[in-house]
């Protein structure tokens, strides 16, 4: 079966296996966090802050990481994330265990999650054609997808049921295990050697080499274009998602935790069958149309959650969500993989990395404002207009519209 082609490769089943259960992790952890902020503070604005404080390093030290990534042994960059990420959330738990977890508590965790992630992210995006060959780069980047998204099913419902029988505390503390059983699973692909290494050029200065991913993006339109709409993008249509959705469950659909569960499983779902399709596949054509095509979808349904008062047809439009956002992607990465030379791949995915996330610490905390002022709806049919607009016009551009 294609879609498993993978995981023929002993080195990326085990960096996949672990991953998988690290966002299974992160699953509990998004839930028992919204939920510990609206019952504890009850206030969009910090839910707001502490998106934006995740991401505010983020945008510091992701250029840096880009740069070690490919100077660096990008496997060992990952297990010092993994490991650092977990001993922050174990002591999150450790507070929540004794009642005296405050907000500013989560504000550091945020940063430091945020500096974490500068690193593995690109360092995860690079390493994978180090492990599979081309012919199954869609399969490892559909799989890296299904396993976030399968755990991402179930782990919203059990977060749910975690928090209502053992509490926030017991959704963080699972989440601190899942990143250090992550980083062992790494250690057997170091031992075994299953990053091969890499013939680098004579050391130059760091700034040289950022220059370097600079010029590759900016010489490609297809790359520049699309890193700049998502920067607003990922406002418009993510942050309402992050911020918005637990006060539109609680004020507006006068539900509870379970509901905001079942919201964040359909959603996986339907990110599940975007990866099982593209999965699927050799190579994926027409990639320009279908990228943006699904993020119209995404902006429709957006705009859906504002205007749709029912639970029921809020589920089927979370499913939808998921399968826009998950084909945009998983075309991203498997264009980025396979058209940036490799050596510069760690530099370009920081690079978009940066772009796309730039401008969103300030817009999760405007979506934060507004929600408190306007009401969660009000977000969602904005957030959704916006995006609409701003997936229609790149299309535009022929190097978007010719994307194959």
Known sequence: MALLDSLRYRSFAFLWSGQAVSRFGDSLYRVALSWWVFEVIGSPEAMGTIQALAFAPMLIFVLIGGVMVDRMPRLRVMLGADILSGLVILSVAALAFSGQLQLWHLFVASVLFGFVESFFYPAYNAVVPDLVPETARPSANSLTRLGHDITGVAGPAVGAWIVQVGGTAMGFLLNGLSFILA??????????????????????????????????????????????????????????????????????????????????????????????GLGRLKRIRRRGLLAYGATLLNGVVTLMYGLVPSIPVLMVVSLLRGVAVSVFGLIWINTLQEMVPREKLGRVTSIDALGSFVLLPIGLALVGWATAAFGAPAVFIAGGLLTVVMALVPLLHPAIRNLD
Do not use: C, Q, Y
């Open 183 to 276: 980083s062992v699973m790494i250690v057997p692909v170091l031992l075994t050697g299953g990053e091969p290494v890499r013939t680098r050029p004579a050391r130059t200065s760091a700034l040289r080499d950022l220059g370097e991913g600079v010029k590759e993006v900016t010489a490609n339109p297809w790359l520049w274009i699309t890193i700049a709409v998502f920067g607003l993008i990922n406002i418009t249509a993510g942050s309402p998602a992050s911020v918005a959705m637990p006060f539109l469950v609680g004020d507006n659909l006068n539900a509870d935790v379970g509901v905001l569960g079942l919201f964040h499983s359909m959603f996986a779902a339907g990110s599940i069958l975007a990866a099982l």
